[in-house]
């Protein structure tokens, strides 16, 4: 964070901890994008916004899942310039700057996509990822490499699980009424 002097300063006696392979002691796997493939019965999207915030010259969360029609709400927290740009496949592009802090920039995807990458053309190192499907059964895994997909209807579907650095993996689960279905992915351990 040397490279922006302000960045440096708001970060002054912490540690900041690069979330791209957050992997804990036992081995879970945090910020992992999990999702189920299918045909499923239409349902509401949410009205509330998913929010990344810029604080301290870092994106927080740095992976988070919504549906198309929900809208991203990214936050600047920082009083100084970020530069929010998309990386998108699917028409989910936008290059937005927050020169202030308060300052809110709310976007609408209109497509699935699996994932958009946001970045910070001012701050290299300030990354997210969104994942945006058209229905609500995905997850992002938690510190503990947890995930739960709730309300899922019965049937056998592949689950996928994407992360960053580690790629994706696919298996298939099968969910039986009024019951818990359980998946685990694994990435093999490297350097």
């Keep these: 964070m040397g490279m922006d002097p302000k960045c440096a300063d708001m970060n002054r006696g912490r540690q900041v901890i690069q979330e791209q392979a957050l992997v804990a002691a036992d081995g879970s796997v945090a910020n992992v994008f999990v999702r189920l493939e299918g045909t499923f019965p239409a349902t509401a999207v949410p009205r509330e916004a998913v929010v990344i915030d810029q604080q301290s010259c870092v994106y927080a969360p740095r992976v988070v899942g919504l549906r198309v029609g929900q809208r991203l709400q990214i936050r600047n927290d920082d009083a100084l310039l970020h530069n929010v740009h998309s990386s998108s496949a699917s028409g989910n ?65 592949a689950i996928k699980a994407w992360h960053e650095q580690f790629g994706e993996r696919s298996l298939n689960v099968t969910v039986k009424p009024g019951a818990t279905a359980q998946a685990e992915f694994s990435y093999a351990a490297s350097r």
């Design 93 to 157: 592009s936008f290059n937005v700057g927050q020169p202030a802090a308060g300052m809110v920039f709310e976007f609408t995807p209109k497509s699935p996509e699996v994932m958009v990458k946001l970045g910070c053309d001012l701050h290299r190192w300030m990354i997210a990822f969104v994942g945006v499907m058209s229905h609500p059964y995905f997850a992002v895994t938690d510190v503990k490499g947890q995930f739960r997909i709730a309300q899922v209807p019965p049937g056998t579907y």
